[in-house]
């Protein structure tokens, strides 16, 4: 049984930085993509970003590139979300996915099909 569990959210100004965690448990760490969706009211769940298993590839959406940044700590089970200059735009629940390797090369995953297990959700409320 997989679960991921984030943290860090919370309320923020215009500008300023948050960084999200989300910790794995359940399975072995270092063979699962691990990406980040965010949700705003109304609205469907996008892609932010996702990270191969390695850590050395990245794929990020074209509105946060540059500002903020995914890493993974494969000892630790954990993969972060730093975010800079954030905006009211940026307000939303942020969750953090999953998806088991299949094996060969590694594929970008930027659709919310695209991967298996799903954490609760952390709130990023970013006041103008």
């Known amino acids: 049984q997989v679960q991921l569990v984030e943290s860090g959210g919370g309320l923020v100004q215009a500008g300023g930085s948050l960084r999200l965690s989300c910790a794995l448990s359940g399975r072995s760490f270092s063979s699962y993509t691990m990406g980040w969706f965010r949700q705003a009211p109304g609205k469907e769940r996008e892609f932010v970003v996702t990270i191969s298993w390695s850590g050395r590839r990245t794929v990020y959406e074209d509105s946060v590139k540059g500002r903020f940044t995914i890493s993974r700590d494969n000892a630790k089970n954990t993969v972060y979300l730093q975010m800079n200059s954030l905006n009211p735009e940026d307000t939303a629940v942020y969750y953090c996915?999953?998806?088991?390797?299949?094996?060969?090369?590694?594929?970008?995953?930027?659709?919310?099909?695209?991967?298996?297990?799903w954490g609760q959700g952390t709130q990023v409320t970013v006041s103008s």
């Open positions: 996915a999953a998806h088991p390797s299949s094996g060969g090369s590694w594929v970008p995953r930027t659709s919310t099909r695209g991967y298996d297990y």
